[in-house]
């Protein structure tokens, strides 16, 4: 008799992905695994993505939510766990710079039990259109997450991130936009976890493409991971005290 996977939640945060969206559902729908859950989380989209959301309320395997306005990926991503009822979650971006088809790689070391946190790196696989700065800048903030928290991480700022649930039960979220990826992370590592890290396809799309994520954003990573590191530091002193 077969042993049956443990079930798997796909997060998908959206906000105006409508001209790839049906193609990016198709591709994770396709993907081999049984049983998994989708859970697309429309941040308050403008152009047509609930629309095309609407047609994908009946099916069994799917939850859509719709937010009454728009509060940020993090925020979505949070909403999204609050339903999630998978033993494994990954996210999932909702346009076409990373591939569904990665989503077996990525969640592959944790049913093997090896990990119980890993990310599908863009710089351990095939990189392309990624500009200089934004090179620079994921350079900067996996450097930065190494070495606050002691731990050697390649890409930080991947959208590909999959955990076990009882790791996402230890600790709370508060982000709002971006920072869930600096967020996670960094708390991640604070428990003493560490985070496998397998290589993924990634193809970077401009601002006029649709690409949301700016300099600005760069920032706040890094004042989100300063914030939990001192956090961590504190939270030490005080046990000593």
Same mark, same amino acid.
């Given at each position: ?47 047509? +993505?609930?629309?095309?959301? &609407?047609?994908?309320? &009946? ?55 090896? +990990? ?49 649930? &009882? ?15 600096? &967020? ?58």
């Amino acid at each position: 008799m077969m042993e049956e996977h443990p079930r798997l939640s796909i997060l998908i945060p959206i906000y105006n992905e409508e001209p790839q969206l049906e193609e990016v559902l198709s591709r994770v729908y396709a993907i081999p695994y049984t049983p998994k859950e989708i859970i697309l989380i429309d941040d308050f989209s403008s152009d047509g +993505t609930r629309g095309i959301l &609407e047609k994908f309320r &009946e099916r069994e395997d799917t939850q859509v939510i719709f937010q009454e306005r728009n509060r940020g990926k993090g925020f979505a991503i949070r909403t999204g766990l609050a339903s999630a009822a998978g033993e494994i979650i990954i996210i999932q971006d909702a346009d076409l710079e990373y591939d569904p088809e990665d989503i077996p790689k990525v969640i592959a070391p944790i049913l093997n039990g090896e +990990t119980k946190v890993c990310y599908g790196s863009r710089f351990l696989g095939k990189l392309e259109r990624m500009a200089i700065p934004n090179r620079v800048a994921n350079w900067l903030l996996a450097k930065a997450a190494s070495w606050l928290f002691w731990a050697r991480i390649t890409d930080e700022a991947t959208a590909y991130k999959a955990f076990r649930r &009882e790791v996402l039960d230890q600790f709370d979220l508060t982000c709002e936009g971006f920072e869930f990826c600096p &967020e996670v992370t960094a708390k991640v590592l604070r428990l003493g976890y560490s985070i496998r890290e397998v290589s993924v396809g990634f193809r970077a799309r401009t601002i006029w493409e649709g690409k949301k994520i700016g300099w600005p954003d760069f920032f706040v990573a890094v004042r989100t991971l300063l914030s939990v590191r001192l956090a961590s530091l504190e939270s030490i002193r005080k046990k000593r005290d």
